[in-house]
């Protein structure tokens, strides 16, 4: 037990070297103010003349606080660089991460590609044009996240360098997304991770059949299980292992 306090307390302080300033995007594309954190590591002021890669976080509210400190604690290790973490702030998740409208839902939803205006738009020249930024970008995203990143890895794969898809509900609209072959050509090819926990039903049949395509087109994609996690705890681990092998 003594143990484990200590080494919980000390990737609590290696996370709380991170600096964190909040911005608000006015967004024009999705008619309100969307709240981001950013986090720079900790040597981000201390040499400022060094770049760093950035994540984009989907549901950034909850997942900050443990991407911060397993890529501070993976550095300290030497498993992987410094980068900086950009949380975004949930949005209504039905409505910003679904490709489709599907009326079966009951739900107001199809508007990913309004989201991903934002992102591209509005949201990414800010973090360009205000930190200190290599160029190489990530986008995480879970369960309905993680569709919106599948959507993206789709239509626009050159958007992001890195795509890391945790527990994504793939079974959206009767698996379009699995059903679609219009993979958009692209100029260079992403590094794509997917994972799923103990998951079954719907979510696993829709993982495989999505895997099955994601292999075709990506062929050097990793594909990650975890079966002593569930639907809600798989971000964890899964940002481990996707951090260790996509930009270590």
């Known amino acids: 037990m003594r143990l484990l306090l200590t080494f919980l307390l000390l990737i609590t302080s290696i996370g709380s070297q991170a600096a964190e300033s909040i911005l608000k995007i006015d967004s024009a594309r999705l008619n309100q103010s969307i709240n981001v954190k950013v986090y720079t590591p900790k040597s981000y002021d201390v ?3 060094t770049t760093y890669p950035v994540i984009y976080l989907l549901d950034g509210d ?18 992987m660089p410094e980068l900086i973490v950009v949380a975004i702030s949930t949005v209504e998740r039905f409505t910003y991460f679904t490709p489709t409208l599907d009326k079966n839902s009951g739900r ?23 930190y200190r930024v290599s160029g190489f970008n990530m986008v995480a995203g879970h369960s309905l996240g993680g569709l919106f990143c599948a959507y993206i890895l789709q239509s626009q794969p050159d958007m992001f360098d890195a795509y890391y898809l ?10 379009v997304l699995a059903k679609r072959t219009d993979f958009k050509s692209k100029a260079k090819s992403p590094f794509v ?16 059949n999505y895997q099955a395509k994601l292999s075709g087109v990506y062929p050097n994609a990793i594909f990650q299980e975890f079966p002593n996690e569930d639907h809600m705890t798989t971000p964890l681990l899964s940002q481990i292992g996707a951090f260790r092998v996509s930009i270590c």
Not at 62 to 79: I, K, M, Q
Not at 195 to 208: D, H, L, P, V
């Open 108 to 130: 107001d939803s199809g508007k990913a590609d309004l989201y991903a205006q934002f992102l591209k738009s509005e949201l990414m020249p800010e973090i360009n044009k205000n």
């Open 62 to 79: 909850t997942h900050a606080n443990h991407t911060v400190t397993n890529s501070a604690f993976l550095n300290s290790t030497g498993v």
């Open 193 to 208: 991770y997917m994972s799923i926990a103990n998951e079954q039903g719907k979510q696993r049949t829709a993982y495989q």
């Open 47 to 49: 040499v400022n003349k």
């Open 166 to 175: 945790f527990s994504p509900s793939l079974w959206w609209d009767n698996e």
